[in-house]
């Protein structure tokens, strides 16, 4: 099983996701924004970073990037149910930055879960 970093700031999708991926076995910890992930990254080294895109605090395509730039082996889930700004493709633009995955919200657990173990698979 591996570590998981899930960055949402929705508690309800986050407590959602939490669950999910504990029930697999899957040591998980949360954060509500990109910046207390980022720190929570820096901290200890996760296998799996599940991040939503639109959230305060520091968005989701920054998170990426940080942790394409300073963490080149995590893998990426992004999720998203929109965005701000209509006509903007957040995900397709998680996709550019290196996400090994984008879904889009709302999305079954059992999706996110087989992202979550083609993530981890050797």
């Known amino acids: ?3 998981v970093l899930v960055i949402e700031d929705e508690p309800l999708v986050r407590d959602t996701i939490l669950l999910a991926l504990e029930s697999d076995g899957h ?3 949360t954060a509500s924004d ?3 992930g980022m720190m929570k990254l820096g901290l200890q080294p996760f296998d799996v970073v599940v991040t939503d895109l ?3 605090e520091q968005e989701g395509l920054e998170s990426i990037r940080i942790i394409r730039r300073d963490y080149p082996g995590t893998r990426i889930i992004a999720i998203s149910g929109g965005g701000r700004h209509v006509g ?3 995900l397709k633009a998680a996709s550019l930055l290196g996400a090994d995955y984008a879904l889009q919200k709302p999305f ?3 999706r996110l879960r087989q992202c979550v173990a083609e993530c981890l698979a050797p």
């Open 88 to 90: 903007t493709d957040y």
């Open 54 to 56: 639109i959230m305060p």
């Open 1 to 3: 099983m591996g570590k």
């Open 34 to 36: 990109g910046r207390e």
């Open 108 to 110: 079954s657990m059992a």
């Open 27 to 29: 040591r998980v910890v």
